[in-house]
């Protein structure tokens, strides 16, 4: 069946630094890709999406490419900032799934100053 | 902005008893779900609800579970027994439907339920 497959956490970087957290999927058909955050004691928020090949998503800094030749969807962000701390979740829609999200497993990221 | 709420943000029950945990999706949304992740687990999905009816339900969304949409507001999970497993937070989550951005879920803040 359909799967998000996330890196495994924790990941801590300095601020400033680079951030990629790496989202394999297995779908058949053309899914259609997200990445949710869910801050400390808050619930799940959409960060950005993509919904076909080679779309960009971006959001507050972060981006993501749906790269359908390596089946990936990989969470960038150039410089991130304490208040970037928190669990980021890669999710999956498809038709085969009747509309609902298949997650990942979560990746938390802590940023010190 | 328009966003889905939940109520209560946090609920103390004891085993065996009946929890109902109420949800107002986003009002021209149609289709309509709830998720339960246990703490540090992954987000897992429990049912899904469209045209008054289930569309959808995972292993997890036994007998114990049901849904209903009472009214045309709101949106409500009951857990008719509770075990400690439980234990979790449970989301409230609705899209719309209609392009172009019909497939996009939006979550509320959660129910924080704990069995004890």
């Known amino acids: 069946g359909d799967s998000v497959t996330q890196m495994e956490g924790p990941v801590t970087l300095s601020e400033e630094a680079c951030l990629t957290i790496n989202c394999t999927y297995t779908a058949t058909g053309y899914p259609s890709l997200f990445w949710y955050v869910q801050y400390p004691g808050e619930g799940l928020q959409l960060l950005l999406k993509a919904t076909k090949a080679d779309d960009k998503g971006s959001n507050k800094g972060f981006e993501a490419t749906y790269r359908k030749e390596t089946t990936s969807f990989h969470l960038e962000k150039g410089s991130v900032q304490v208040s970037d701390s928190a669990v980021y979740f890669c999710?999956?829609?498809?038709?085969?799934?009747?509309?609902?999200?298949?997650f990942g497993q979560g990746t938390e990221l802590s940023v010190k100053p | 902005e328009p966003e889905v709420t939940q109520t209560p943000s946090h609920q103390v029950t004891q085993m065996g008893q009946e929890v109902i945990l109420r949800c107002v999706p986003i009002s021209n949304h149609l289709y309509f779900y709830w998720y339960r992740q246990i703490l540090g687990q992954k987000v897992e999905f429990l049912v899904s609800f469209y045209n008054n009816e289930i569309s959808e339900k995972s292993e997890i969304f036994d007998d114990q579970f049901s849904v209903e949409r009472p009214d045309g507001s709101n949106f409500t999970l009951k857990i008719r027994s509770t075990k400690l497993e439980d234990s979790a937070m449970y989301f409230c989550a609705s899209r719309t439907g209609r392009a172009p951005s019909g497939n996009t879920i939006y979550f509320g803040e959660g129910s924080w339920l704990t069995v004890v």
């Open positions: 999710a999956l829609t498809s038709v085969n799934q009747g509309g609902k999200l298949i």
